[in-house]
């Protein structure tokens, strides 16, 4: 988990043996377009892959592990440095093979300290920036008067953006990633990048926890990942069973774009708060002092556990798990309010005033809110919590002589963890909730919405031989109600049959 991101000196050696073929005319072909826009070949290319959240949604940001898996679907960033030979201004170049979507950028390196991000406007160089950014920090640290050299960069990315599928971290990791081995850096530790990467992306505008950029970064082929986050952020393999029929998952994208930046005061960033003052609220009511913590708004649910605990009140020597069913069933007590808290009764329990409350949670992302659901939304991270390391002890300790029994059983677990979602924590869609009923209803285990949600994709535990089956009945049930004349070519973007793919490469 501390190892340096592997470093490619041979482009061939960006993927396994057995997926270059599939890559090697991208690849090629980003190499010729590079060389017809800089007039030079890349000296490089960094890699970093989108991601799937098998389960523990909403929860990374309340610091509960999470369990997702790198897919095939990556950033490639091809890149040539432009080193710095005298004074004058050196310039960042940014262009993107669908240059229909993604408009050319361009910035000047500064020479102390970062590049300004506009966040009020959605342009997606804003994250190659947040990237930079980052490395740039990372840099200085090792030496307080580093400066960038240029860049020329051509930017390949086969992650849908707004699928869930973290397209963002992908394309923020490989960013920083281009920018350090760019600047001759190319011994970066995993951590060192994520923890960079995790900060960097805020500066994009959402409150972000730190699951994609962790699960682009630390996954290993063939492998999901379990990450957690307290009492510090640690990695590590979570291997499928070896025997047994295969686990088959099956990430289906609903073509409902989730607009991160436009929605987040009232989606993602909300949720982010509600979570943290649900901490803070219970905090209050139990007298206890939450320690500040890497959540993102500086304490969380799982802070409040461990203070609860440290406190005494409890026995300290009780299993996770059931550390985490004492919070569920604290919180369904004290916050009892079906129709949410406002700002009065939150700031008054808090013993602090309404401008002081917003000063200190809703200014450096805003939100808009009338009523914070703070016990919905703390049961769903509660049991959600639970639900990760039931899935997790069922694939390290998979029932003994009892095959379908497992993937059933794991099935129903991704069923909770979706009707959590829809009705606990609200951020699925209709869509998502009708793909679900689908898939099931064409032998599915189990599905649910992964990512933020609110769109996005959705991710379905499958029979092997049921794969054709689904998808079929996806397209007619589905796909082909919402858009009669779909081409194929969408349809076979839209449901991916993915292994757990490697991560970042720079
Ligand atoms: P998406 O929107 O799928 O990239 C977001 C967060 C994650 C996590 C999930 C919900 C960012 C960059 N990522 O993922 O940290 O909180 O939602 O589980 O905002
Ligand atoms: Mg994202």
Known sequence: MNEPVPVVRNLEDLYPKDALESQEAR?????IRFSELYGRPPLFIARSPGRVNLIGEHIDYSLYEVLPMAIAADVLIAVSPVPRISQEDLNVHIANLNIEKFKPGKFSVPKDGNVEID?????????????FSGAVDLLRKQNSRFSSCGMDVLVDGTVPAGGGLSSSAAFVCA???ATLRANGSDKVPKKELVELAIVSERAVGVNSGGMDQAASVFSIRGDAVSISFSP????????????????????????????KHVAAPEQYNLRVVECTLAAEFLA????LKLKTDSGPLGSSLRGLQNAYYESGRADQRSSAEEQVRVMLSLSDKLLDKHEGYTREEIASTLSMSVEALEQRF??????????FHLGPRARH???EALRVQAFKQLLLNPPADADPVLLQKLGDILNESHTS????????????????????GAGSYGGRVTGAGWGGSSVHLVPKDKVEAIKNAWEEKFYRKREPDITKEKLAEAVVVSEPGHGSMM
């Open 175 to 177: 960013s920083a990633l």
């Open 362 to 371: 809703m200014t450096k992302f805003p939100i808009r809110a009338e009523h």
């Open 284 to 287: 209050a009511k139990l007298d």
């Open 232 to 259: 510090a952020l640690y990695a590590e393999p979570l291997p499928f069973p070896k025997t047994g029929p295969p686990i088959t998952f099956m990430i289906a994208q609903s073509f409902v774009a989730a607009d």
């Open 421 to 440: 979602s829809r009705d606990v924590y609200v951020h699925s869609c209709p869509e998502i909730d009708d793909m679900c009923e689908i898939a099931k």
């Open 381 to 383: 991270v509660f049991t």
């Open 119 to 131: 966040a009020s406007t959605l342009q997606w160089t804003n994250y190659f920036k947040a990237g």
């Open 27 to 31: 690849l090629k072909h980003l190499k």
